[in-house]
């Protein structure tokens, strides 16, 4: 029994708890991706590059001093409008052809690579990390836990708490979700829905820039950290359903979970397959997502 209990506590708790700690990171990402995906119907390839974009905004500007706890505000208010005008100036130009689907997918896969490149020219390819805000440990279940990775556990919870209210209690949630649900009718109603898309496209590219500008001090800065958590981000939406906020924060801290035993009990080769395979599933079963989506559920 013994021997049982010491690798629950040494090997399976630290293991769940970094599954945690990373899923918490992947629902940050993959929470404004689920937002524009519920309302604009667009599949915003280029959203790791936002990602990446607020790392590096909050790596450029933590050299000039500014602050780690004004950036938690700083760098989401300046995408705030990159996010506007590339909605506005791109892809409301297109969205309404007739292969909308495919057309924004390519134009913001081409976006994605261009601010790939630009990243690289600026930054230069090297890995940079900035120092961790928050120093020192905490025991939990009897596993050392970094204080950051806890700061970042609850600050990720009160994030999805803060976004869940505004979408669901307010009156600008009520008009995106009206929007979601029926664009047209919405538009018969007075609702500018093109700009309520631009601005509910900014705020998810908002977000992207934020889980940049928490996860940095744990997963560095380069200039394809982007690639690292949008395909896992991606997964997490499709799993939990396009535009479910409920979903994602559900399906991310299961599949991160999945990941992380699957790496310990058969292989961390099998990681990745093993994640894609529970994706394919769901899809088989349920098309739509665990959670339906934004505006239908």
Do not use: C
Request: proline share 5%; charged share 10%; aromatic share 10%.
């Amino acid at each position: 029994m013994a021997p049982f209990l010491d690798y629950i506590q040494f090997v399976l708790a630290p293991q769940m708890i970094t599954g945690l700690s990373l899923g918490v990171a992947v629902v940050l990402v993959a929470l404004g991706l689920t937002i524009i995906f519920g309302l604009l119907d667009v599949i915003n390839m280029a959203h790791g590059e936002f990602y990446a974009m607020g790392a590096y905004l909050a790596l450029a500007l933590g050299a000039a001093g500014v602050n780690f706890w004004l950036l938690l505000v700083l760098v989401p208010l300046i995408m705030v409008p990159i996010g506007y005008v590339v909605e506005r100036g791109l892809i409301q130009r297109v969205f309404n052809s007739p292969d909308r689907h495919v057309t924004t997918l390519l134009l913001t896969f081409g976006l994605g690579l261009v601010v790939e490149e630009g990243l690289k020219i600026v930054f230069g390819p090297n890995t940079q990390r900035p120092p961790t805000p928050i120093s020192g440990a905490v025991e939990v279940l009897g596993v050392l836990l970094p204080n950051y990775r806890l700061f970042l556990i609850v600050v990720g919870v009160a994030i999805v708490a803060a976004v869940a209210l505004v979408v669901n209690k307010t009156r600008y949630g009520a008009i995106v979700r009206a929007a979601a649900y029926d664009r047209n009718m919405a538009a018969s109603l007075g609702v500018p829905v093109s700009r309520v898309f631009a601005l509910t496209f900014a705020f998810g590219v908002a977000l992207a820039a934020l889980a940049g500008v928490l996860l940095a001090p744990i997963y560095s800065v380069f200039p394809t950290m982007g690639r690292d958590f949008i395909f896992l981000a991606f997964t997490v939406v499709i799993v939990g359903g396009m535009g479910s906020i409920m979903g994602a924060v559900i399906a991310g801290l299961v599949i991160t979970q999945i990941q992380a035993l699957a790496s310990l009990i058969v292989s961390p080769v099998w990681g990745d397959p093993i994640v894609f395979s529970v994706m394919v599933l769901v899809l088989v079963m349920r098309p739509q997502g665990l959670f339906g989506r934004l505006g239908h559920a």
